[in-house]
C-alpha cells in the first residue's frame, strides 16, 4: 500500500498557486472519488463499452446522461452549457464566453484570440443540443489552442465535470490517472511496497511503513527520504508518478534510494513487491467483553475481516462499538452485508429508480451477533457508512451516537469510457428503512454529542447547529426538509484537541496499534458507547433509550460542570435560569469603532455590551460572521449580565500576509440561554495588503567544473555530464519576498538525473538578484530535454512558471581553453547563457564593449562577465585576438543583464468599496517581448479577453459588480507564456 499524504495549498486561482497545483497532482486518490461515494461492483462497466473517441467523450456521457441518470427533472441543457462553457473560459487563456442575459439569451458569443463568433442558444433545448453546440464551439476554438494549453482531452474533462455538477454533487468525470488508482485502491489488494509517503519541502519522504509489509520488513523508517526509484531521481516528482512507479506485479523487484540522517550518502534498497492487503477494518478487545470495530471504508475485503475478528474474540462478546466516523463510503454490498450480520429481519435499504424500487432485507442466516450495539458517527460519515448507521438504527438495532451525518442518500454507477476515464453518474437514490431519505440532512444521531473547547487560545463553545445544508434550502422549487430530533443531547469538555496547533498532525497510520489503542482510552465517544452498553439490558435500541435517561441526565450534568467550572476559572459567571417574557436590550461597543489592520499583523478587537433591560441574560455569547473567513466563526463569551451591567471581551485575528486590501463587514450575532430576540451588530474592518514581489530570472549551463558541475567547459550538456543551471533571479516588484522557493521539476525521464532540484532564498528584496543552481547528470542526451522551472513567493504563493527546452542536437566542435581579447563592434550583441544558438539570452552588448575570452570552438567563444558568471557569444559578432600581454584586470565587460519576466500590470483607481454597480477599471500593461494576452475575472467569471502582438495594453474597461464582495483578477500572459496577475477586492454596498 501506498497512502498518499499532502498539505493544504491557497490561493484564488488554482492555476497561479504553486502549492495548489502539487495538490492536484499529488492528493489522495480517495480523497477525489471515494469520499461521499457509493456503488456496487455490479455496477462497474455495465452493458456495452462507450464508443467513445480519445478526443471527444461528450456525446457518449450525455447519452448515459439522457438514459440512466436518476432524476430527468432537473436536467437542464441551458444551464449544463452555460456552466461548462464558463468552465471552458477559465481553462483556456485565449477563449471567453459572454451570455449577454444569462439563461434568457437568445444567443451567446465565445471570443478566441481575436476572433468572435456567436452561437445559437435558443435551440438548445435537450442534451444532443448540448453536445452539438459544444462539437461547434470547440470547433471554432480548437485552431486558437497553441502547444503551451491544455491538451483538447483535458479541456473536454474539464467542461463535462462542470456540466454534470448541474446534476448533483457526485455525479463527475474521473480522469483516466485517477480512474486507474481508484480501481486498485477498491481492489482493497495490489502489488506495493507498504509504505505512507508524501512530499515534505520538496521531497518524497516516507511518512510510516505498514507492519509486516516489505518495506517494512527490509529496514525502511519514517522520514527517509527515497531519493531514486530505479534510474530516475524523484526530486520535485509527483506523488502520483512516484505511486506509479512502486507499484507493479507482485513478486517483482523495485529499486530505491534512501537518504536517512546519518547516512553518509543514499543507501540502495532492493524490494521485492507483495500483494497489500489495505486494512479497512481495525478491531480492539476492550474490558467487560466489549468489541471496539471500526470500519475507515468498505472494500471488497471489509465484510470478511470483521467477520474474522468477530470469530476470534475472546470469551464471551457483550457489545460491540462499531464506529463510523470519518469513513466516507465505499461499496454498497459491503454495506448491506454488514448490516445484515446485526439483523435477521427488516429492510436494510431501499434502491429507487424513477418510480420503482428494490428493497434489500436482512437475512436472518447471516445474522452473526444478537447483543448491544452501539454506532459512532460524524458529520465525515457518508454514503455506505450512512446505509448501515441508518439500518441498524431504524431496525431498533443499534444506538446511534456522535453528530449528524454527511447526508449522501443516492447510488452512483461507473461507466467506463475507452479513453481510460470513466462517468460517475448518479442512477439512483436509497432510503433508510421506514423509506426515509438521508440525502442533504443526514442520519440523526440518537445521542447528539458536541464538543465544547475552551483554551486561553482557543474557544470552540458552539459548533454550528445542524441545519438542513444551506445549498438545498437555495434551491427554487426545493422544500425545506424537517430534521429529526436526537433523543438526548451532550455537550462535553473536549480536553484532547489544540484546534491552535500549526504542527501537522501523526497520520493514524503512522501510530503504533498501542498508541491507537491508547488514542481511543481518552476518547469521549467511546466512553459514552461503554457505557451505554454496560447499562443496557436488552439489545433493544428504543427499551434502551429509555434505560438510560437517567444515566444519560447524569452524565450531561457532569460535562455541563465541568463546562461551567471551566469557565468560572476564566472568570465566565455561565450559570443559567429561565426568563420569562424577557425584551432584551444590548448596548454594544466595538473599540476601535473601525479596526484597521496591515496584512500579516494581528487584529485585537474589543467588543463591550451592556445590558439595557430589565431583566438578568444568560449564558451570553456571540458569534462572528463574515464573508471574509479570516473573520468568521469567532466566539465572545460574555455569561451573566445583570441589568445595566456591562461586560466584554477580546479577541484576536491572525491576518494573513497574503490578504488583500479590502474593506469587510462583521456580524456579531447574539445569543442567549433563553433564546432571546437580540439584535445583531455591524461593523467593519479595513485591511492594507502588503505589496507583492515580482519575478524575473536568466539562467546559464555549466559544465566547467563550477557550482558542482563537471564537464569538457563547452556549455553544452553531453552524456555523461555533471550540469549545473545557475538561474539568477531578480525582484522587479513593489514588494520585498520572505522566502523565495526556486523548483526544478525533471519532465524527461531516466535521460537525466535530478540531483538537486529545490532552492530556498530568504529576503529577495526589491531590485536584488541571487542566484540558485540545480545539477543533474545527462544520463541519455538523445533527445530533448524538458524541464519545468518554477519561482514562487511561499507566502504570497504566486510567481511564475517557465519551461527550459535543451535541444538534443548542437553544431559542435572541440572547445579549447584559451586566454583572448574579445572586440565587439557592433551594437545590441547578444550574450547567451550557453554555447549553443538556442541557449538562453542573458546579457547584451554594444558597439566598443571587450571581454576577456576563456576559450572558443568553432561559433562560440566564452567570455567572462564577472568573478562569478560567463558568458557565450557567436565569434561572427565580434573580433578575437591573443590576450598577449594585456593585463586583464583592466579589461572590464561591458553589457546589460538581460532578465526573462513576467508582464507589468498597473491599474489606478480602483476603490475598495463602493455604491455604484459599475465602475471602471484604469491601467496599462507593459512587456518588452511584447503581449499575448490580457483577462480579467470577477470571481471565476471571465469578463473581458485582450489579445495583443504589442509590448503595451491599455486598459479602460468598465465591470458591473455584484452585491458584498468582487474580487476582480487580471492575468497577462507575454508571448513567451510568463504569466501575471494581481487581484482586487471590492465591496459592492447593497
Known amino acids: 500500500m501506498i497512502i498518499l499524504k499532502n498539505r493544504k495549498g491557497e490561493g484564488i486561482l488554482k492555476r497561479f498557486s504553486f502549492p495548489a497545483k502539487r495538490l492536484l497532482a499529488g492528493t489522495a486518490v480517495l480523497a477525489f472519488v471515494l469520499c461521499l ?86 435551440g438548445v433545448n435537450d442534451l444532443d443540443d448540448v453536445t452539438k453546440t459544444m462539437e461547434q464551439v470547440f470547433e471554432f476554438i480548437s485552431p486558437h489552442m497553441t502547444g503551451k494549453e491544455p491538451k483538447i482531452s483535458d479541456v473536454e474533462y474539464a467542461v463535462l465535470d462542470e456540466m454534470l455538477s448541474t446534476l448533483d454533487p457526485h455525479s463527475g468525470i474521473i480522469t483516466p490517472q485517477i480512474y486507474k488508482e481508484f480501481m486498485i485502491e477498491t481492489e482493497g489488494s495490489f502489488g506495493g511496497l507498504g509504505i505512507v509517503i508524501g512530499v515534505r519541502d520538496g521531497e518524497l519522504t516516507v511518512i510510516s511503513p505498514i507492519e509486516g509489509t516489505p518495506a517494512y520488513r527490509i529496514g525502511i523508517k519514517p522520514n527517509d527520504r527515497i531519493v531514486q526509484i530505479e534510474n530516475e531521481s524523484t526530486i520535485n ?52 467483553g466489549i468489541q471496539y470495530v471500526r470500519i475507515r471504508d468498505f472494500q471488497k475485503n471489509t465484510l470478511d475481516s470483521i467477520i474474522h475478528y468477530l470469530d476470534s474474540a475472546q470469551g464471551d462478546t457483550k457489545g460491540i462499538i462499531l464506529d463510523l466516523r470519518g469513513n466516507p463510503g465505499g461499496l454498497l454490498d459491503q454495506a448491506e452485508r454488514i448490516s445484515d450480520l446485526f439483523l435477521d429481519s427488516g429492510v436494510i435499504v431501499t434502491t429507487k429508480i424513477g418510480n420503482s424500487a428494490k428493497r434489500y432485507h436482512a437475512n436472518d442466516k447471516d445474522r452473526h451477533f444478537n ?52 462517468l460517475k453518474l448518479t442512477i439512483a437514490q436509497y432510503l433508510t428503512p421506514g423509506d426515509i431519505s438521508i440525502q442533504d440532512v443526514g442520519v440523526t444521531p ?31 422549487g426545493k422544500k425545506d426538509r424537517i430534521l429529526e430530533k436526537p433523543a438526548y443531547s451532550i455537550s462535553y469538555l473536549d480536553e484532547n484537541t489544540n484546534v491552535d496547533s500549526e504542527e501537522e498532525p ?34 433493544s435500541r428504543t427499551e434502551s433509550l429509555g434505560e438510560l435517561q437517567n444515566g444519560i441526565t447524569k452524565i450531561t450534568e457532569k460535562e455541563e460542570n465541568k463546562i461551567v467550572d471551566k469557565w468560572r476559572n476564566m472568570g465566565v459567571d455561565w450559570s443559567v435560569q429561565k426568563v420569562k417574557n424577557a425584551n432584551p436590550s444590548l448596548a454594544v461597543t466595538v473599540t476601535p469603532s473601525v479596526p484597521r489592520t496591515n496584512a500579516g499583523d494581528k487584529l485585537e478587537v474589543n467588543v463591550e455590551i451592556e445590558n439595557t433591560s430589565d431583566k438578568p441574560l444568560y ?18 463569551i460574555f455569561g451573566k449580565l445583570d441589568p445595566g451591567e456591562k461586560k466584554s471581551w477580546s479577541t484576536t485575528f491572525d491576518i494573513p500576509k497574503w490578504t488583500l486590501t479590502r474593506d469587510d463587514l462583521i456580524t456579531l450575532e447574539f445569543e442567549d440561554a433563553n433564546k432571546s430576540p437580540i439584535k445583531d451588530f455591524r461593523f467593519r474592518v479595513d485591511t492594507q495588503g502588503l505589496k507583492r514581489p515580482v519575478y524575473a530570472f536568466n539562467y546559464e549551463i555549466l559544465d566547467n567544473g563550477t557550482y558542482g558541475s563537471s564537464g569538457n ?20 516588484g513593489q514588494g520585498e519576498s520572505e522566502k523565495t522557493v526556486l523548483t526544478l521539476k525533471n519532465n524527461s525521464g531516466d535521460k537525466i538525473f535530478l540531483e538537486k532540484g529545490r532552492v530556498e532564498l530568504e529576503s529577495l528584496k526589491l531590485g536584488e538578484v541571487k542566484e540558485a543552481s540545480f545539477t543533474f547528470t545527462d544520463q541519455n ?11 514562487f513567493d511561499d507566502i504570497f504563493k504566486e510567481g511564475l512558471m517557465s519551461k527550459l527546452t535543451i535541444p538534443a542536437e548542437f553544431d559542435k566542435s572541440k572547445f579549447t581553453k584559451r586566454d583572448l581579447l574579445v572586440a565587439v563592434p557592433e551594437n545590441d550583441v547578444l550574450v547567451r547563457g550557453g554555447g549553443f544558438k538556442n541557449a538562453p539570452v542573458i546579457g547584451i552588448s554594444q558597439k566598443g564593449s571587450n571581454f576577456i575570452g576563456e576559450g572558443e570552438d568553432d561559433n562560440w567563444v566564452k567570455v567572462r562577465l564577472n568573478d562569478n558568471q560567463t558568458g557565450w557569444i557567436n565569434k561572427e559578432k565580434v573580433t578575437i585576438t591573443k590576450l598577449d600581454g594585456t593585463d586583464p584586470s583592466t579589461i572590464k565587460a561591458s553589457y546589460d543583464d538581460v532578465f526573462e519576466a513576467p508582464p507589468i500590470i498597473r491599474v489606478s483607481g480602483l476603490p475598495v468599496s463602493t455604491d455604484s454597480q459599475i465602475i471602471t477599471i484604469e491601467g496599462n500593461v507593459n512587456d518588452k517581448d511584447g503581449i499575448e494576452l490580457v483577462s480579467v475575472f470577477i470571481g471565476d467569471d471571465k469578463v473581458a479577453l485582450l489579445p495583443s502582438t504589442k509590448t503595451e495594453v491599455l486598459m479602460s474597461l468598465k465591470l458591473k459588480l455584484e452585491d458584498e464582495v468582487n474580487l476582480i483578477t487580471i492575468i497577462a500572459k507575454d508571448s513567451k507564456g510568463l504569466l501575471s496577475k494581481q487581484s482586487f477586492v471590492v465591496r459592492k454596498e447593497s
Do not use: C, W
Open 446 to 476: 440518537d445521542i447528539m454529542l458536541k464538543p465544547t473547547i475552551i483554551t486561553d487560545d482557543s474557544i470552540v463553545f458552539h459548533p454550528a447547529e445542524e441545519n438542513l445544508k444551506e445549498k438545498e434550502k437555495k434551491k427554487p
Open 713 to 732: 567547459g563547452n556549455g553544452i550538456p553531453e552524456t555523461g555530464e555533471t550540469v549545473t543551471i545557475l538561474v539568477r533571479v531578480k525582484n522587479v
Open 619 to 636: 449564558r451570553v455569547m456571540a458569534t462572528t460572521r463574515s464573508e471574509n473567513l479570516v473573520f468568521e466563526g469567532k466566539e465572545l
Open 37 to 122: 461515494f457509493i456503488f456496487s461492483p455490479s455496477l462497474i462497466n455495465q452493458g456495452p463499452k462507450a464508443e467513445a473517441d480519445s478526443l471527444n467523450i461528450t456525446n457518449v456521457v450525455m447519452q448515459y446522461v439522457k438514459r440512466y441518470y436518476v432524476d430527468k427533472s432537473v436536467i437542464d441543457p441551458k444551464y449544463m452549457l452555460m456552466k461548462g462553457l464558463g468552465r471552458l473560459e477559465q481553462v483556456v487563456d485565449q477563449v471567453m464566453v459572454d451570455f449577454p442575459d444569462g439563461e434568457n439569451s437568445t444567443q451567446f458569443e465565445v471570443q478566441a484570440v481575436d476572433e468572435k463568433a456567436v452561437f445559437d442558444f435558443t
Open 781 to 791: 542526451h538523445a533527445s530533448e530535454l524538458d524541464l519545468d522551472l518554477q519561482i
Open 506 to 539: 501523526t497520520p493514524e497510520e503512522a501510530l503504533t496499534r498501542e498508541e491507537r489503542k491508547e488514542k481511543l482510552d481518552q476518547d469521549f465517544y467511546v466512553s459514552l458507547a461503554k457505557q451505554i452498553i454496560n447499562s443496557s439490558s436488552v439489545p
Open 371 to 422: 447483543g448491544n450495539i452501539v454506532v459512532l458517527v460524524d458529520a465525515g460519515s457518508a454514503s455506505a457508512s450512512e446505509i448501515v448507521a441508518g439500518a441498524l438504527k431504524n431496525n431498533e438495532r443499534a444506538i446511534v451516537i456522535g453528530e449528524r451525518t454527511f447526508g449522501k442518500g443516492s447510488v452512483q454507477q461507473i461507466f467506463d469510457l475507452n479513453d481510460g476515464s470513466a
Open 237 to 288: 516528482m509527483s506523488l502520483i508518478e512516484a505511486v506509479s512507479k512502486l507499484r507493479g506485479p507482485k513478486g517483482t523487484e523495485v529499486s530505491i534510494h534512501v537518504m536517512r540522517e546519518g547516512f553518509p550518502e543514499p543507501k540502495e534498497f532492493k524490494i521485492v513487491r507483495d500483494t497489500i492487503v489495505i486494512q479497512s477494518v481495525e478491531n480492539f478487545e476492550l474490558d467487560n
